[in-house]
């Protein structure tokens, strides 16, 4: 078997009876990469991943594994091992049984026996000699680490992962999530994951793409999407953010964009004056009270102690914005600023 | 406030002592003074009129025999004489197969379909719980008898009559009709518990839906199944008033014979023959509810998506239509056609049949069966039973949801009435108390009545516990824990947090136990022979030969109380606890 397992998804659009779950997801993922579906409840990742496996037929457009179209192929048929939320582990089966499962239907590979290859996979996702117990035994974490090694026993060039770690507590899904990274790239399995935290998304990822609405909002490395994002959904979703609305008013000989915000204008780098109404975004990092340009005062709210940073929640006028600094203040009034660099215009 | 205290500290304990009391009254002595008799020889004790039973052909055909030569096993197979008790465990296993082919279909339908009306079929489902057997019987008559609707279609098509009354058959259509719906309940519940991911997840290792079926959907069904069936297998074993009313003495079964006996005075063979009956019911019980414990219920995280029961025609839709036809004829037709028969007669629709109930109060003989009497007494002691089984059955309930040490026997008498037939309790009671007992040197005897409503409220209380208990253990710790923190002691936490929160699920065993009073049948016609004190059922299996118009409009009453308490449960109960 040529080690395969590129996914293309193109213009796909999936109707349930009354709403839209897909509105022309378009997606190219590439051999060996670990990606991922992000974005809140509702958004349709989760109908994305479903549409990968075969559990739903696209209204239209289609889904292709390795340049091949896959419409109506049944999800038995398609190279895919999936991950559930709740795991799904077999209730009557001991661990060894379900790990075994899907050997029913395929050769285990590179000729070894099924009780080698169970084996092996209980050793890789460190599950060694649990093969007899039964699943309602174990805890949720090795409940997690059997349903992976189910759906990896069969080699499929494709592993499907729907929120693996949601129903676990946060630290354990911390180790979980290194242990699934190193996994996949040991066998170096194309993986597309499913989740609506950003961070992990952020932590976990080769790219991600961010959903909302049934659409793919942006497609990135965790980098370019926390650093670039694209759309207003994007910032606001992915990290903390802050949201400036304005209207585009001048540009200066350093290249800046000066944008007037109710009132007060800032400089933002790469802005565009014809653009007129314009929305620019802060990190709450970016945000300083030592900065030379862009100063405004604001009134503090809520002060919360974060151990290495501490946020503060503060007014500006009408307007809440949240900023991040090492260094403590003690002021009720305080003059933030940011680098005109670090605005990034959507 | 130091009286409340003391009273408090009293109370509780005194009301346990009275509900155990009661229990040992009603329940446990009745029962003992059947075991006692069933050994009681002249001069003193002996086991020979039980071995009597052993050793006799009569009672257990080959393997009687058997007892004394193995071998005759082997010469006669498979060509055995089955005795009396053969029999009734032949007459349950057919029951019981033929419940389960009924009743899987049912699930099939129930779990993975979506139609108008779906919740109420469900709920339906639950309805034999409280379904008088009797009135069950006389559906049974009106449809499958030789006038019965049946028939009169198969007339009026030209084609030769049926005759099914006095036959294993009805007697085994009748026990499928009466569980085929519970089998369905249990297993459909099951079904809707298995997460569609399973499916999936099997699908995606590689298997077809078929097959996805067979490895992951079956055995998870299958303990379901098996409870339903050992379920049925009792009740079938156990049943009375169906086989008496639709069987006769010529298909008796234990129970009914033992019945007999009673009639015939012969009491020696009759408590023997129940204390057999017992053990064995005991163990059967006994299995059930250690198999019943280690199933947990599943909830699905995400269930499978229903198909509509209308839509494009397909092999299953086709399968689910053919199966709601099936149904109708079966669980609709004999209630239907009691109801039809009830109020038609040879000039046509008629309400004789009603007027004659009032009328035959007036001028009945003694001797004869006076229907309005029959209503009031079942009103009556329905009410008597209320008064005794609800408060007997929270209480149990409230104990059964704390730990402490003997809870469990204290858990297994609370259910044990489930495993003694109607007609041993009957007995029992009717040698031990209404033939008088003497203790302390003076002779004690209670009147038909009274001991009726013992008998009643030993059938009713243990649905009282079982609808309060789930309720109860359902009430969150911390509720309790608040409530104690603010400075109430336990009892008055039960009274003002707990009570409150479950008086829903009490109405609810309310009307369970008046439901089951009122269709009681097994205890009350031993209790209640030779005497004024008869009920509506009693009154339906003396009508039932010889005056079927009667009957079934009796049977239309009783289907409406039952009717009225069913809706009641269904609203505010959490079912039966039989995989509600």
Same mark, same amino acid.
């Given at each position: 078997?040529?080690?395969?397992?590129?996914?293309?998804?193109?213009?796909?659009?999936?109707?349930?009876?009354?709403?839209?779950?897909? &509105? @022309?997801? $378009?997606? +190219?993922?590439?051999?060996? *990469?670990?990606?991922? %579906? /992000?974005?809140? =409840? #509702?958004? !349709?990742?989760?109908?994305?991943?479903?549409?990968?496996?075969?559990?739903?037929?696209?209204?239209?457009?289609?889904?292709?594994?390795?340049?091949?179209?896959?419409?109506?192929?049944?999800?038995?048929?398609?190279?895919?091992?999936?991950?559930?939320?709740?795991?799904?582990?077999?209730?009557?089966?001991?661990?060894?049984?379900?790990?075994?499962?899907?050997?029913?239907?395929?050769?285990?590979? &590179? @000729?070894? $026996?099924? +009780?080698?290859?169970?084996? *092996?996979?209980?050793? %890789? /996702?460190?599950? =060694? #000699?649990? !093969?007899?117990?039964?699943?309602?035994?174990?805890?949720?974490?090795?409940?997690?680490?059997?349903?992976?090694?189910?759906?990896?026993?069969?080699?499929?060039?494709?592993?499907?992962?729907?929120?693996?770690?949601?129903?676990?507590?946060?630290?354990?899904?911390?180790?979980?999530?290194?242990?699934?990274?190193?996994?996949?790239?040991?066998?170096?399995?194309?993986?597309?994951?499913?989740?609506? &935290?950003?961070?992990?998304?952020?932590?976990?990822?080769?790219?991600?793409?961010?959903?909302?609405?049934?659409?793919?909002?942006?497609?990135?490395?965790?980098?370019?999407?926390?650093?670039?994002?694209?759309?207003?959904?994007?910032?606001?979703?992915?990290?903390?953010?802050?949201?400036?609305?304005?209207?585009?008013?001048?540009?200066?000989?350093?290249?800046?964009?000066?944008?007037?915000?109710?009132?007060?204008?800032?400089?933002?780098?790469?802005?565009?004056?014809?653009?007129?109404?314009?929305?620019?975004?802060?990190?709450?990092?970016?945000?300083?009270?030592?900065?030379?340009?862009?100063?405004?005062?604001?009134?503090?709210?809520?002060?919360?102690?974060?151990?290495?940073?501490?946020?503060?929640?503060?007014?500006?006028?009408?307007?809440?914005?949240?900023?991040?600094?090492?260094?403590?203040?003690?002021?009720?009034?305080?003059?933030?600023?940011?680098?005109?660099?670090?605005?990034?215009?959507? | 406030?130091?009286?409340?205290?003391?009273?408090?500290?009293?109370?509780?304990?005194?009301?346990?002592?009275?509900?155990?009391?009661?229990?040992?009254?009603?329940?446990?002595?009745?029962?003992?003074?059947?075991?006692?008799?069933?050994?009681?020889?002249?001069?003193?004790?002996?086991?020979?009129?039980?071995?009597?039973?052993?050793?006799?052909?009569?009672?257990?055909?080959?393997?009687?025999?058997?007892?004394?030569?193995?071998?005759?096993?082997?010469?006669?197979?498979?060509?055995?004489?089955?005795?009396?008790?053969?029999?009734?465990?032949?007459?349950?296993?057919?029951?019981?197969?033929?419940?389960?082919?009924?009743?899987?279909?049912?699930?099939?339908?129930?779990?993975?379909?979506?139609?108008?009306?779906?919740?109420?079929?469900?709920?339906?489902?639950?309805?034999?719980?409280?379904?008088?057997?009797?009135?069950?019987?006389?559906?049974?008559?009106?449809?499958?008898?030789?006038?019965?609707?049946?028939?009169?279609?198969?007339?009026?098509?030209?084609?030769?009559?049926?005759?099914?009354?006095?036959?294993?058959?009805?007697?085994?259509?009748?026990?499928?009709?009466?569980?085929?719906?519970?089998?369905?309940?249990?297993?459909?519940?099951?079904?809707?518990?298995?997460?569609?991911?399973?499916?999936?997840?099997?699908?995606?290792?590689?298997?077809?839906?078929?097959?996805?079926?067979?490895?992951?959907?079956?055995?998870?069904?299958?303990?379901?199944?098996?409870?339903?069936?050992?379920?049925?297998?009792?009740?079938?074993?156990?049943?009375?008033?169906?086989?008496?009313?639709?069987?006769?003495?010529?298909?008796?079964?234990?129970?009914?014979?033992?019945?007999?006996?009673?009639?015939?005075?012969?009491?020696?063979?009759?408590?023997?023959?129940?204390?057999?009956?017992?053990?064995?019911?005991?163990?059967?019980?006994?299995?059930?509810?250690?198999?019943?414990?280690?199933?947990?219920?599943?909830?699905?995280?995400?269930?499978?998506?229903?198909?509509?029961?209308?839509?494009?025609?397909?092999?299953?839709?086709?399968?689910?239509?053919?199966?709601?036809?099936?149904?109708?004829?079966?669980?609709?037709?004999?209630?239907?056609?009691?109801?039809?028969?009830?109020?038609?007669?040879?000039?046509?629709?008629?309400?004789?049949?009603?007027?004659?109930?009032?009328?035959?109060?007036?001028?009945?003989?003694?001797?004869?069966?006076?229907?309005?009497?029959?209503?009031?007494?079942?009103?009556?002691?329905?009410?008597?039973?209320?008064?005794?089984?609800?408060?007997?059955?929270?209480?149990?309930?409230?104990?059964?949801?704390?730990?402490?040490?003997?809870?469990?026997?204290?858990?297994?008498?609370?259910?044990?009435?489930?495993?003694?037939?109607?007609?041993?309790?009957?007995?029992?009671?009717?040698?031990?108390?209404?033939?008088?007992?003497?203790?302390?040197?003076?002779?004690?005897?209670?009147?038909?009545?009274?001991?009726?409503?013992?008998?009643?409220?030993?059938?009713?209380?243990?649905?009282?516990?079982?609808?309060?208990?789930?309720?109860?253990?359902?009430?969150?710790?911390?509720?309790?824990?608040?409530?104690?923190?603010?400075?109430?002691?336990?009892?008055?936490?039960?009274?003002?947090?707990?009570?409150?929160?479950?008086?829903?699920?009490?109405?609810?065993?309310?009307?369970?136990?008046?439901?089951?009073?009122?269709?009681?049948?097994?205890?009350?016609?031993?209790?209640?022979?030779?005497?004024?004190?008869?009920?509506?059922?009693?009154?339906?299996?003396?009508?039932?030969?010889?005056?079927?118009?009667?009957?079934?409009?009796?049977?239309?009453?009783?289907?409406?109380?039952?009717?009225?308490?069913?809706?009641?449960?269904?609203?505010?109960?959490?079912?039966?606890?039989?995989?509600?």
């Amino acid at each position: 078997m040529v080690s395969v397992g590129s996914l293309e998804l193109d213009a796909v659009r999936k109707e349930f009876a009354d709403t839209v779950a897909l &509105d @022309g997801v $378009s997606l +190219d993922i590439a051999e060996g *990469e670990f990606f991922t %579906l /992000v974005g809140p =409840s #509702g958004c !349709g990742k989760t109908t994305t991943l479903r549409t990968i496996a075969g559990l739903e037929t696209p209204t239209s457009g289609s889904v292709r594994f390795d340049g091949v179209d896959v419409s109506g192929v049944p999800t038995e048929e398609r190279d895919v091992g999936i991950v559930f939320q709740n795991y799904a582990l077999f209730p009557h089966m001991s661990v060894r049984e379900n790990v075994a499962y899907g050997l029913n239907f395929v050769e285990p590979p &590179d @000729g070894k $026996s099924t +009780d080698e290859r169970v084996t *092996e996979l209980l050793d %890789l /996702v460190d599950l =060694s #000699g649990m !093969g007899d117990r039964e699943p309602d035994q174990l805890s949720g974490g090795q409940q997690q680490r059997v349903a992976l090694a189910r759906a990896l026993a069969p080699a499929p060039d494709v592993l499907l992962l729907d929120e693996p770690m949601s129903a676990l507590d946060a630290r354990l899904r911390e180790t979980l999530r290194r242990q699934v990274k190193r996994i996949q790239a040991e066998l170096d399995v194309t993986t597309v994951y499913v989740t609506h &935290d950003q961070e992990e998304a952020l932590a976990i990822s080769d790219r991600l793409a961010v959903m909302h609405d049934g659409r793919v909002e942006q497609v990135g490395t965790p980098r370019e999407v926390y650093e670039r994002p694209a759309t207003e959904f994007v910032a606001a979703f992915v990290g903390e953010n802050n949201l400036f609305r304005g209207e585009a008013v001048g540009t200066r000989d350093d290249g800046t964009t000066t944008v007037a915000v109710d009132g007060t204008e800032f400089r933002v780098a790469d802005g565009d004056l014809a653009a007129g109404d314009l929305t620019f975004c802060v990190r709450p990092e970016d945000l300083t009270v030592d900065a030379d340009t862009n100063r405004f005062e604001v009134t503090v709210d809520t002060v919360e102690f974060l151990g290495e940073t501490t946020r503060y929640y503060v007014d500006w006028g009408e307007k809440s914005i949240v900023f991040r600094t090492p260094d403590p203040h003690d002021a009720e009034r305080l003059t933030l600023g940011f680098d005109p660099g670090d605005a990034r215009v959507l | 406030m130091r009286l409340a205290r003391v009273a408090e500290r009293v109370g509780a304990p005194a009301l346990g002592v009275v509900t155990l009391g009661l229990l040992g009254v009603m329940f446990v002595y009745p029962v003992a003074i059947v075991l006692v008799e069933s050994v009681q020889v002249p001069g003193g004790y002996s086991l020979a009129p039980i071995t009597a039973i052993l050793t006799d052909e009569f009672y257990f055909g080959v393997f009687a025999q058997a007892l004394s030569d193995p071998a005759v096993l082997v010469r006669s197979f498979p060509d055995y004489r089955l005795g009396l008790f053969g029999f009734t465990v032949y007459q349950a296993i057919l029951s019981t197969i033929a419940a389960v082919l009924l009743g899987l279909p049912g699930a099939y339908v129930l779990a993975r379909f979506e139609f108008p009306g779906r919740r109420t079929v469900r709920s339906l489902t639950a309805l034999p719980f409280v379904m008088p057997s009797i009135m069950v019987a006389i559906g049974f008559v009106a449809t499958f008898g030789r006038n019965g609707v049946l028939n009169t279609v198969l007339r009026s098509l030209g084609l030769p009559t049926v005759e099914l009354l006095f036959t294993l058959k009805i007697i085994v259509l009748a026990h499928a009709f009466y569980d085929a719906p519970l089998i369905a309940r249990i297993t459909a519940a099951a079904w809707e518990g298995v997460d569609a991911e399973m499916t999936e997840t099997a699908r995606s290792l590689g298997a077809s839906p078929l097959r996805a079926f067979r490895d992951v959907i079956v055995p998870q069904l299958l303990p379901a199944v098996l409870t339903g069936a050992l379920l049925t297998f009792i009740f079938s074993f156990m049943s009375f008033a169906i086989v008496l009313a639709l069987g006769g003495l010529s298909l008796a079964t234990v129970e009914v014979w033992v019945y007999d006996r009673v009639n015939q005075l012969d009491y020696q063979t009759a408590t023997a023959l129940a204390v057999l009956e017992m053990l064995f019911s005991l163990a059967l019980t006994y299995a059930y509810l250690r198999y019943e414990a280690r199933q947990r219920a599943t909830s699905a995280a995400r269930p499978a998506e229903r198909v509509d029961l209308f839509g494009a025609v397909s092999k299953r839709r086709l399968f689910a239509w053919g199966y709601a036809v099936v149904a109708l004829v079966v669980f609709v037709g004999p209630m239907a056609s009691m109801v039809l028969a009830s109020v038609t007669g040879s000039e046509g629709l008629t309400l004789r049949n009603y007027q004659f109930l009032l009328d035959r109060q007036a001028d009945a003989y003694d001797f004869q069966v006076k229907p309005l009497t029959a209503v009031v007494n079942s009103l009556l002691f329905g009410g008597g039973t209320l008064l005794l089984a609800v408060p007997m059955g929270v209480f149990l309930a409230v104990v059964s949801t704390r730990n402490f040490r003997g809870r469990k026997l204290i858990d297994t008498l609370a259910m044990a009435p489930f495993a003694v037939s109607g007609v041993v309790v009957g007995l029992g009671l009717l040698r031990g108390f209404v033939f008088g007992t003497e203790a302390f040197g003076y002779r004690f005897t209670i009147a038909g009545p009274i001991a009726i409503v013992a008998a009643h409220a030993v059938g009713a209380y243990p649905f009282v516990t079982r609808n309060v208990a789930p309720a109860l253990a359902g009430i969150d710790d911390s509720l309790v824990e608040s409530a104690r923190s603010l400075g109430a002691s336990r009892v008055r936490v039960m009274l003002d947090v707990e009570l409150p929160l479950v008086v829903p699920a009490i109405l609810a065993g309310t009307a369970f136990a008046f439901a089951i009073s009122i269709g009681e049948f097994d205890s009350t016609v031993i209790l209640a022979s030779g005497g004024t004190s008869y009920t509506m059922p009693v009154a339906i299996e003396r009508f039932i030969g010889r005056r079927l118009g009667p009957a079934t409009a009796m049977g239309v009453v009783l289907l409406v109380v039952t009717g009225v308490s069913f809706v009641i449960i269904d609203r505010l109960g959490e079912g039966s606890g039989f995989g509600g």
